[in-house]
């Protein structure tokens, strides 16, 4: 069977391969592929004998593991001995924990203090000042506030989201300060920018749950834990689109700036962060939207709020009432996307000020205050401060049953097709056996040998240099059976979610009325918390590898399919008019033109299917996916540092495989 | 050219002064005690764990702490491992119902370091073990018998589980010998994690309303053994000291009072609240009243306390410290 089944990933890969022998040096063209893997395989048929000699040819070698697990595991013991003395923890970190601590609960205090009518009159006076207090798209955006707000309200969530929008507030501000002063340092020094560039890859690639554990061991369960990790995960993209911004200042404005006699300082505050302030504000954009969808995965360790309220429901298995709960997290989301982006327009547009003066400018902003003040005076004197329960409305029991009725329709009652459950088995049986037999019973040098090779089609010595080594090290760690497990469950993902993804990105991209219907299905997908589908994803597939797949599809599906459309949609009208002048077909205009132009924009969404598919392995082990998923959430539940860590690691060196297998060089500042 | 250099200067000692307050009014130790009760609130922090037993311990405490003792109480959502390092720093005040899962936490907080204390017996027994539906054992009444089990394999085989027969399993928090116990008694049985209690359970529920045959961990008391009725499968009798070998474990469960633990710290601050945790005890039935309310009738865990709290005041009343 698995002769059935490999094919896929090199299928993929001889895609991979053309690629760069054609965007490569043109001189090159006349080598062909062949040759530049001379030295490659010269290398090959010297260690892969010598290798399969001295420790065989199955599953990694014993001889060549490290034990990590027990190191680890007396570490974490040691921690916990002496967290309470020793001077690193009393004199450094413990002081950031509290200040975390003191941080967040102060502007949670503030939030909850300040009484529901006030905040909602504060966010949507603000909101509206942003957006132009004479613009229609500064009321547009105050209507927005408001329903977003009011109905976080209604869903008798009012509380949990003051509290996971105290712990969002600080987290942003935090991770835009330090995203911004990182990339502060790479737009302006191309050495830090190289040294910084290998650990932002490694932030976004690393899945959460990795880094939560040992955040726990060393500054215990909570909050300070929950907002380190928020950071971790939220700062890249502000350092990586300052630096763009940075970079990318019109080097005509700059040598003016330069001639005047300007200092270097001066430069930068004058004129090239005013010049970059569109990718600032796209990379807050991109930070918030980063920390709000952290919000879930840090209540796993104590961040309270509406990712505490998801996983309370989720122990009673009530779908709906973590929906309840998912729904403010996606409105939230809207907001400050919103928000953002229509401030970024604003700026962009530049200040060109019509109309009463006592609207714009700082005039507008003391207009908004004192109204706002004002009013919440006005209000808070006429409410009382907590959001009363009778305005609520519950959505709990309606969910429920849509969702029940759904589910047990889909599992086994379809006619011939014989339901989600049936297939769920067989896609088990078919597919992710073979694939998994195939790659556990690969000789182990095989296996790193295709990783190395994949990736130097892919991008050249320096990526194949990481991939055979993170193939290897998953190896040496020993975790090389739960690894190979969850690799053959992340490509059967992968495959999944390219050929759902491709096809509705074709259909949504030539058809736009569907594009347009998908659009806010496509942003829901994309915020809601993944934990919400577990329940449901359970019922129609069966507990086990299946269901783990389904989830990561889920997941991952939204980007691939916005990334082909868009990318189909960016090929030049006037190549798409004359392939419909020669009298092409749809399908000859798709398979011929449109596919063949947009390849980049098809392998980013490759790349990025691959990576969020892998975001997911964790998700996979709370429905039975076994293998590296579980030994993560093993870890975490039960403090055992070694197991949880390595399993992390594993991850993080898979990702890299997979990263660097799928993604072309000299591309890569663009894809991000 | 000067005037820019003289800002910089300025700019850098202002950020340097500052920098150095920030860092003097940083230079003493840090206290431990963050959350919790520690920093003189009076609010009681309870740890929840995730499954609606403890949900139901602790909103009826909640209750009672806020409408009998004027206590403010705050809840937080922890796993039972974690929860023991959560009294030790103190971001928690108490664990309402402890089943064992971590002795040598235990023996860490409570018998080392003793930053926890025991809180006595919650009054609860647990027991775990595994179960069969009751329809699956009306048909072959002898599959409640462990020898009995490797005849009955290919019934419960599924995709995950291969050639062998599934036996369902929890949330990797939860206490389980049965990888040992399945390869000790010899048992053509392979556990299939769910990694997850919301996982386990969806699924239960889809093969009880399908009457599919199905084998799992499970436990009482629980809320779901009301909807469902389930047999327990028979296992060797479990002697003390049997499961003291992780490996060579081939007995059944113990029956294992739930305990309660607190914070050594909150127990000398609050002495009142510490005294009525402590005296929390309830019966096996209590909690499964309030916790099929919270979980099947889907109330809010403190209108399930009310609820139980108005129609149990003699219990509640034994509770309050004098």
């Known amino acids: 069977m698995s002769a059935v089944v490999t094919p896929n990933p090199p299928s993929t890969q001889t895609e991979v391969a053309k690629e760069p022998a054609r965007a490569g040096a043109r001189s090159a063209l006349s080598h062909p592929v062949a040759r530049r893997l001379l030295p490659l395989a010269v290398a090959v048929v010297v260690l892969a004998p010598l290798a399969a000699v001295l420790w065989g040819s199955g599953s990694w070698p014993h001889a060549l593991t490290v034990d990590i697990k027990t190191p680890l595991d007396d570490a974490y013991n040691w921690t916990v001995r002496n967290r309470d003395t020793n001077p690193v923890f009393l004199y450094g970190l413990l002081h950031l924990s509290n200040w975390a601590d003191s941080s967040v609960s102060s502007v949670t205090d503030l939030l909850e203090n300040l009484g529901w009518f006030p905040v909602i009159t504060i966010t949507v006076l603000l909101s509206w000042r942003i957006g132009g207090l004479r613009d229609r798209r500064g009321l547009k955006l105050a209507g927005v506030t408001f329903a977003a707000f009011a109905v976080c309200g209604l869903l008798g969530m009012w509380q949990s989201t003051m509290e996971t929008l105290a712990l969002m507030l600080v987290a942003v501000v935090v991770s835009a300060v330090v995203g911004a002063l990182l990339g502060l340092g790479a737009g302006l020094s191309d050495r830090f920018e190289r040294i910084l560039r290998p650990f932002l890859d490694t932030m976004q690639i690393m899945p959460a749950f990795a880094y939560l554990l040992p955040l726990v061991v060393v500054f215990d369960i909570g909050v300070p834990s929950a907002l380190i990790a928020t950071i971790i995960y939220a700062a890249p993209p502000m350092a990586r689109l300052t630096a763009l911004g940075l970079r990318g200042a019109d080097p005509g404005v700059m040598e003016a700036a330069a001639s005047l006699g300007t200092s270097p300082v001066q430069r ?94 700082w005039r507008a902003w003391t207009v908004s205050a004192v109204s706002a003040a004002a ?53 088990t049986l078919w597919i992710l056996d073979p694939l998994r037999t195939g790659l556990t019973d690969s000789p182990w040098w095989l296996l790193v040998l295709l990783a190395a090779v994949l990736a130097f089609l892919a991008g050249g010595w320096s990526a194949c240099l990481t991939a055979a080594l993170a193939m290897a090290g998953i190896g040496v760690f020993g975790v090389w059976n739960h690894s190979l497990d969850t690799l053959s469950q992340a490509i059967a993902g992968v495959v999944v979610t390219l050929v759902l993804g491709f096809a509705i990105g074709i259909v949504a991209a030539r058809v736009s009325w569907i594009e347009r219907a998908l659009r806010p299905v496509l942003d829901t997908m994309q915020t809601l918390p993944q934990f919400i589908y577990l329940i449901p994803v359970v019922a129609m597939f069966n507990v086990g590898r299946s269901a783990a797949v389904a989830a990561a599809v889920l997941y991952a599906l939204p980007a691939v399919v916005r990334i082909t459309t868009q990318g189909l949609r960016q090929v030049d009208g006037a190549t798409m008019e004359a392939a419909r002048s020669m009298g092409a077909s749809t399908f000859q205009q798709i398979r011929q033109v449109q596919l063949p132009l947009a390849r980049p924009a098809l392998m980013l969404a490759l790349n990025q299917g691959v990576v969020l598919v892998l975001a997911m392995v964790i998700v996979g082990g709370l429905v039975g996916s076994g293998a590296l998923g579980y030994d993560v959430v093993y870890g975490l539940e039960k403090s055992q540092l070694g197991t949880g860590m390595t399993a992390g690691i594993a991850i993080v060196l898979l990702g890299l495989v997979l990263d660097r297998t799928t993604q072309r060089t000299g591309k890569r500042s663009a894809a991000r | 050219m000067k005037m820019n250099r003289k800002n910089v200067l300025r700019v850098t000692t202002a ?42 311990d602790v909103a009826v405490a909640k209750y009672v702490l806020e409408h009998d003792l004027n206590t403010k109480v705050k809840t937080t959502q922890l796993d039972e491992g974690v929860s023991f390092d959560a009294l030790n720093t103190g971001k928690a005040d108490a664990i309402m119902e402890d089943w064992g899962g971590s002795p ?61 027969g599934q036996l369902l399993e929890g949330s990797p928090s939860y206490t ?77 469960y113990a029956q294992t009072p739930l305990q309660k633990y607190l914070s050594a710290d909150f127990v000398k601050k609050n002495k009142k609240a510490a005294t009525f945790l402590k005296n929390f005890k309830w019966t096996n039935d209590d909690q499964n009243e309030v916790a099929a309310m919270i979980a099947a009738q889907k109330m809010s865990p403190d209108k399930a306390a009310e609820k139980w709290v108005k129609a149990h005041q003699d219990v509640v009343k034994a509770w309050l410290p004098k």
């Open chain 1, 268 to 361: 930068l505050l004058t004129a090239r962060l005013p010049l970059a302030r569109k990718e600032i504000l796209l990379g807050l954009n991109q930070t918030i939207m980063m920390s709000l969808s952290m919000v879930t995965i840090a209540s796993v360790i104590g961040a309270g709020g509406l990712g505490e309220e998801v996983f309370q429901a989720l122990s009673t298995v009530d779908v709906g009432k973590a929906l309840a709960a998912g729904i403010p997290i996606v409105l939230l989301a809207v907001w400050f996307d919103r928000l953002t982006s229509v401030a970024g327009d604003r700026l962009g547009a530049g200040a060109a000020p019509a109309g009463l003066r006592w609207l714009h400018g």
């Open chain 1, 375 to 427: 009013l919440s005076v006005a209000g808070w004197m006429m409410f009382i401060a907590d959001w009363p329960d009778t305005w609520n409305v519950d959505i709990a029991s309606p969910v429920n049953n849509a969702v029940d009725w759904f589910t047990s329709h889909m599992a086994s009652g379809v006619p011939v097709l014989g339901g989600t459950r049936t297939w769920a088995d067989n896609f």
């Open chain 2, 15 to 56: 950020a340097a002064v500052a920098l150095g307050i920030t860092g003097l009014s940083a230079c003493g130790a840090a206290k431990t005690n963050s959350g919790g009760s520690g920093s003189g609130s009076g609010t009681v922090t309870l740890s929840v764990q995730s499954w609606v037993g403890a949900e139901a």
């Open chain 2, 104 to 164: 040598k936490k235990v023996s860490l907080y409570v018998d080392d370091k003793k930053t926890v204390v025991k809180g006595g017996d919650l009054g609860v027994t647990g027991h775990i073990g595994w179960f069969v539906p009751k329809y699956l054992a009306d048909k072959h009444p002898d599959i409640t018998n462990y020898k009995n089990l490797n005849k009955y394999a290919s019934l419960f085989k599924t995709a995950e589980s291969g050639s062998k």
């Open chain 2, 176 to 252: 389980t010998n049965d990888k040992a116990l399945i390869k000790n008694l010899k048992l053509n049985y392979k556990t299939v994690f769910a990694g997850s209690e919301a996982a386990q359970i969806t699924q239960l529920k889809e093969d009880y309303k399908a009457k599919k045959p199905f084998l799992t961990y499970w436990y009482t008391p629980q809320w779901l053994n009301s909807q469902m009725d389930l047999v327990e499968v028979k296992l060797p009798p479990y002697t003390k000291g049997c499961d003291s070998d992780a490996q060579k474990v081939a007995c059944g």
